[in-house]
């Protein structure tokens, strides 16, 4: 499989990455935490010019008409500067709608006008009584009190759904998590009764490709993380200097160094390869997902201890920007399944 990029793949990930070192510099991370807010509004606006929100939304509902892959350059882009706000989930909630025949919300999402956010995580049952009815919590929803509109995940009799549902029709409740780059919110569904129109999947295989997906997005946040912290390391221990000689001279530095570039190289071939696999629909895509995940998410975790050590003393620091990424890695690895979950389901898979 080739893994180089095109001209306008290079291109858009040149143009993400030029972009947030102008908007969205770890000053402005640190202040909307400070907020609490979900995103800075110039910040989305300035994304959307870019394409992000319609990167996969197809032509003929004003997006661009690209896939996983793109998506995972800019999900890429966006750990690197451990920006704020689901664009990631605002753009594959578009791919979905666009996959599964639903299009009235597209170019409102393609353009930015509209936020979604996913809801795949905790437990939300929906009840037939004359129309579908919703409730129970959605856990671990990013940006949900500036989302217009949720896809949910919810479990019925005959198995589970996938369901558009207005935000304002559910209460949120902030969650304190790890992460001070992103909001994260409870979705409480109070007996929200949705129309059969916003049913939007009962496949199980939409609804597994789906959760593939955001796994695979995830996984490609995680990879911009595991970079920046590489290029942090490498750029403090050329100039912090001991005994005499900057760190960075010394054997057990340099090798964990390189271990850090070696699991980085490794988790780029998983990430892109599931990308890849997802947008041609080959038959290995969802164990693609599953080591793409597992590998990446527990590999940068990893990394991010290897940075704070190298960093020493300062990177325990507040003031430091190392640990906004190591929590970020964190949080990321639990996100669409832990480590653990995706290795025993590959067990489940290859058997």
Not at 51 to 69: C, K, M, N, R, S
Not at 248 to 257: I, N
Not at 270 to 282: C, E, H, I, Q, S
Request: charged share 20%; net charge negative; proline share 3%.
């Amino acid at each position: 499989m080739d893994f180089e990029l095109t001209e306008e793949q290079a291109a858009l990930r040149e143009v993400s990455r030029g972009m947030l070192a102008v908007s969205c510099p770890p000053s402005l991370v640190r202040s909307l935490a400070t907020a609490g807010k979900d995103v800075d509004d110039k910040l989305w606006q300035r994304g959307a010019e870019l394409g992000w929100t319609g990167l996969a939304v197809p032509e003929e509902h004003d997006g661009a008409g690209q896939g996983i892959v793109e998506l995972c350059l800019v999900a890429e882009e966006i750990g690197r500067a451990a920006a704020p706000g689901a664009f990631a989930d605002s753009a594959l909630i578009g791919l979905v709608l666009a996959r599964l025949g639903r299009p009235a919300l597209l170019p409102a999402l393609a353009a930015g006008d509209l936020k979604a956010s996913l809801a795949c995580h905790g437990s939300v049952t929906g009840s037939d009584d004359g129309g579908l009815v919703l409730s129970g919590r959605a856990t671990a929803v990013q940006a949900a009190a500036a989302a217009d509109w949720l896809l949910v995940t919810a479990a019925t009799g005959q198995g589970r759904r996938l369901v558009l549902v207005e935000r304002a029709r559910t209460a949120v409740e902030p969650r304190r998590t790890l992460d001070e780059t992103r909001r994260w919110y409870d979705v409480v569904l109070d007996g929200v009764r949705v129309p059969a129109a916003d049913v939007v999947a009962a496949d199980q295989a939409d609804i597994q490709w789906l959760a593939d997906a955001a796994a695979v997005l995830s996984a490609a946040d995680s990879l911009g993380v595991g970079e920046r912290l590489l290029e942090m390391t490498v750029g403090y221990v050329k100039v912090r200097a001991q005994f005499g000689r900057p760190l960075g001279s010394f054997q057990s530095v340099k090798h964990k160094v390189a271990g850090m570039l070696t699991t980085l190289k490794g988790a780029r071939a998983a990430t892109y390869y599931a990308a890849m696999a997802l947008d041609a629909g080959v038959a290995d895509a969802t164990v693609a997902a599953s080591v793409a995940k597992a590998f990446t998410a527990e590999g940068v975790a990893a990394l991010a201890g290897e940075a704070l050590q190298a960093h020493g003393g300062i990177g325990f620091t507040w003031e430091h920007d190392l640990h906004l990424y190591l929590r970020r890695a964190k949080v990321n690895e639990m996100l669409y399944g832990a480590p653990a979950e995706h290795y025993e389901r590959l067990v489940s898979l290859l058997e």
